[in-house]
């Protein structure tokens, strides 16, 4: 049986982007993941050891978002993905989603996000 485990609009502050605005003052950044895996023993076993956990994997998010450095949303979505993938062995597909409200355009806007999937 295959599952899907969502982990919506999780927010973090990190200090990510290519303007030096974003480098120094930082923002927030909200965070949407999806993770595919085989439920079937989780369901008939009722084991946490045999699924993903959720608090797990939110807290490696927070670690990334909040302590690691990068320039593109891009390059975060994919070392998120690619520690998702090692700390979760069960988990087969990775969506996600990053919004980051706070660009510095000179615009309004609600948000700009990068969405992308990556299958082991």
């Known amino acids: 049986m295959i599952g899907k485990i969502h ?3 999780m927010v973090f502050f990190g200090y990510h982007g290519n303007h030096v605005e ?7 950044f ?21 699924t993903v956990d959720y608090a797990r994997v939110y807290a ?5 978002v909040e302590h690691d450095r990068v320039k593109l949303l891009e390059t975060l979505a994919n ?13 087969t597909k990775v969506e996600i989603v990053i ?4 660009v510095p355009l000179g615009g309004a806007l609600d948000y700009v996000a990068v969405e ?3 299958e082991r």
Not at 30 to 36: Q, R
Not at 79 to 91: C, S
Request: charged share 30%; aromatic share 2%.
């Open 99 to 102: 919004r980051k409200p706070s």
């Open 7 to 9: 982990l919506k609009n």
């Open 30 to 50: 909200l965070i949407d993941l999806v993770l595919t895996l085989d439920i079937a023993e989780a369901a008939r076993t009722d084991d946490l050891n045999t």
């Open 22 to 28: 974003e480098n120094t003052l930082g923002q927030r």
């Open 79 to 91: 070392h998120i993905i690619d520690r998702v993938f090692e700390t979760a062995p069960l988990v």
């Open 60 to 64: 490696l998010c927070r670690q990334i």
């Open 116 to 118: 992308t999937s990556k």
